[in-house]
């Protein structure tokens, strides 16, 4: 069946009221005791829509329409016009299970809304609260995640611990032998010329609490020096600005990231140096545990891409209408929330209430400013 929608009439303001209604029975004993049945396993709504004022051919079209439809005879689709709203950090999505990829935004309720705009989506997880991107991020590094594909010059893996982000036995040691030389590590990265880069990696002490990394930028050598015990840098160099940030709850663990402009015949990936930038014999036994290396195009470290024998691009998401679809899965344990401005606008079909004149309704409006309509199943 086709149902008339109700007509647009300018004076109409918001707040629009949707309230829920229930139908229950309800049978008392002598004894006082109550037993109660509910006859509707969903509401339904009653809507207050504020009318702020009419002219005469407003008039002349509700009449109209109230005539068309009989009065509370035929019903019909009306959908309230809400004040778009803004939202600040309101959770969607949660709980994840750890392999669901999409997510539905709501308001502050948790009812789905009907469009947003100026969207803003963050994931807090191991690595805190980041903002997630709708521009395509490429990691550079190869083997991101996995030491045992890294080139080692004059060192060894010792044992692995847990990874930052919870897999277990990937996080290894990289330990300086006992040779007096430079002892130091890379990851095969594509990195292009005469572009701004920023290369970061995941540290803890492990007997030796100090790492360099070495770039090449235009004008010279680059090589900050990264605290892991002060959790402190320093000595950047031309064209280069580094970064250390603790990660939360995981003690001792930091995010290294050096940023660069390359030089015009760029092909080396960024060098990670143990300890000191100086020759040094090991003892064989000390070193760094290091982690998750991603050397990206831009200014800023962004959440860490995965990959594992190749550069690996992705999306962080892709809004299509107000559903989020996420490229990598969000952890069980990871939360997201949004901001941006919302609005909802469901559309409901209702009727005029029962046993109620034209003249009625005029007065409501007249009087309360209120046209009131219910809704029907």
Not at 20 to 26: D, E
Not at 164 to 176: E, K
Not at 249 to 260: D, I, K, M
Request: charged content about 10%; overall charge negative.
């Amino acid at each position: 069946m086709s149902y008339n929608t109700f007509p647009t009439l300018p004076g109409i303001g918001w707040p629009i009221k949707v309230t829920p209604k229930f139908k229950t029975i309800v049978q008392q004993a002598a004894s006082g005791a109550e037993f109660r049945t509910g006859l509707w396993s969903s509401p339904l709504h009653e809507i207050s829509v504020p009318v702020n004022f009419m002219d005469q051919a407003d008039w002349r079209t509700l009449v109209n329409f109230f005539e068309q439809q009989q009065g509370s005879l035929l019903p019909f689709y009306f959908t309230p016009t809400q004040a778009p709203w803004q939202a600040n950090a309101l959770p969607f999505g949660n709980p994840w299970n750890g392999s669901a990829t999409s997510a539905q935004l709501v308001d502050s309720r948790g009812n789905p809304i009907s469009s947003a705009s100026n969207v803003s989506i963050y994931r807090a997880d191991w690595q805190g609260n980041q903002l997630l991107s709708t521009q395509a991020r490429t990691n550079l590094s190869f083997h991101s995640t996995d030491a045992t594909n890294w080139i080692l010059s004059d060192c060894t893996l010792g044992a692995a611990i847990t990874a930052p982000d919870g897999t277990a036995n990937n996080f290894y040691p990289i330990i300086p032998d006992t040779s007096n030389v430079l002892h130091y590590t890379r990851a095969p990265a594509a990195i292009p010329a005469n572009t701004r880069i920023t290369h970061s990696f995941y540290a803890k002490a492990a007997g030796y609490s100090k790492v360099l990394c070495e770039t090449k930028p235009l004008g010279g050598d680059a090589t900050p020096q990264f605290d892991l015990s002060a959790g402190s840098v320093n000595g950047t160099g031309t064209n280069t600005t580094a970064a250390i940030n603790p990660v939360a709850g995981q003690p001792g663990v930091f995010r290294c990231s050096v940023t660069f402009t390359t030089n015009g015949s760029y092909a080396a990936d960024p060098v990670t140096f143990i300890n000191v930038y100086a020759p040094f014999a090991g003892d064989g036994v000390s070193g760094v545990y290091i982690w998750g290396r991603q050397t990206e195009v831009g200014d800023v470290a962004t959440p860490l891409i995965p990959t594992t024998t190749a550069p690996v691009t992705l999306t962080d998401y892709t809004l299509t209408g107000t559903t989020v679809n996420l490229a990598q899965a969000p952890a069980d344990t990871a939360t997201t929330t949004w901001s941006g401005t919302g609005s909802n606008a469901t559309t409901y079909l209702v009727r005029f209430p029962d046993d109620i004149e034209f003249e009625q309704i005029v007065s409501q409006i007249y009087k309360a400013k209120t046209l009131k309509l219910q809704e029907v199943r």
